[in-house]
């Protein structure tokens, strides 16, 4: 059976895809080198993902990628349900990771996230982020009082593209309130920075200085997502 790892949020421009990219990349490192057990789905329709990977294989070559890209365009519930347990029953010891577009009030989002094994969601302490991040967890606990069996998934909040060389004494003390909050709806892990790094990603490997600046908060995934992996 696979695990289904989402990754959404109500806001767009808080990192989701360059998050999922870099963690697909994580992932077939040095532990996973043919990367058999990693599956990436792009659902949104800006399809940046896909065309990334395009342009990775036109680069490399498509025998050098280490995991698959697929495209799902979806536009019902029922195909969103049905690519989803799909992907959840008949994958064997695979971490598809799932890469949501921005507006979760579509219908067809929610059984992503009902039968996710774990919901990434990015955000940032602007004012603005934080708003539809507070939106998309109204919407996960609408679901989860509605759907109380099946969406049995854990939240894990990710602070994203954080400029960690600025910031007051008020202004730490604000994030510290904020993820204490968040907290009580999930994990929150350790903060990505901000970095001209992740201007220049690819869907073949991470960096040496991408993968510096994720460990931390791939670390905290990790010690949940590969719990109870193969």
């Known amino acids: 059976m696979a695990k289904i790892v989402v990754f959404a949020n109500q806001k767009?421009?808080?990192?989701?895809?360059?998050?999922?990219?870099l963690y697909a990349n994580h992932l077939t490192g040095s532990d996973d080198p043919d990367g058999k057990g990693v599956l990436v789905v792009d659902t949104d329709v800006q399809?940046?993902?896909?065309?990334?990977r395009r342009d990775d294989m036109e680069q490399w070559g498509?025998?050098?990628?280490?995991?698959?890209?697929?495209?799902?365009?979806?536009?019902?519930?029922?195909e969103a349900e049905k690519m989803i347990l799909d992907a959840k029953n008949k994958l064997e010891d695979t971490i598809v990771l799932v890469d949501v577009p921005g507006n979760i009030t579509d219908?067809?989002?929610?059984?992503?996230?009902?039968?996710?094994?774990y919901i990434i969601c990015p955000y940032q302490y602007e004012n603005k982020v934080l708003e539809s991040t507070t939106t998309f967890i109204k919407v996960l606990e609408s679901l989860r009082m509605k759907f109380p069996n099946k969406m049995v998934g854990q939240t894990i909040f990710v602070p994203n593209k954080?400029?960690?060389?600025?910031?007051?004494k008020a202004d730490l003390e604000v994030?510290?309130?904020?993820?204490?909050?968040?907290?009580?709806?999930?994990?929150?892990?350790?903060?990505?920075p901000s970095r001209v790094d992740f201007t220049r990603i690819n869907t073949y490997i991470n960096t040496p200085k991408q993968e510096q600046l994720v460990i931390p908060c791939f670390s905290d995934m990790d010690k949940h997502i590969l719990s109870d992996t193969k």
């Open 62 to 78: 498509e025998d050098e990628m280490k995991y698959a890209v697929e495209y799902f365009k979806l536009t019902t519930m029922d």
């Open 47 to 52: 399809r940046s993902i896909l065309a990334q």
């Open 12 to 21: 767009g421009g808080v990192g989701k895809s360059t998050l999922a990219i």
């Open 175 to 192: 994030q510290k309130k904020v993820d204490d909050i968040m907290s009580k709806y999930g994990i929150v892990t350790s903060k990505v």
């Open 107 to 117: 219908d067809y989002i929610a059984p992503l996230l009902i039968y996710a094994d």
């Open 162 to 168: 954080i400029d960690s060389r600025e910031g007051t």
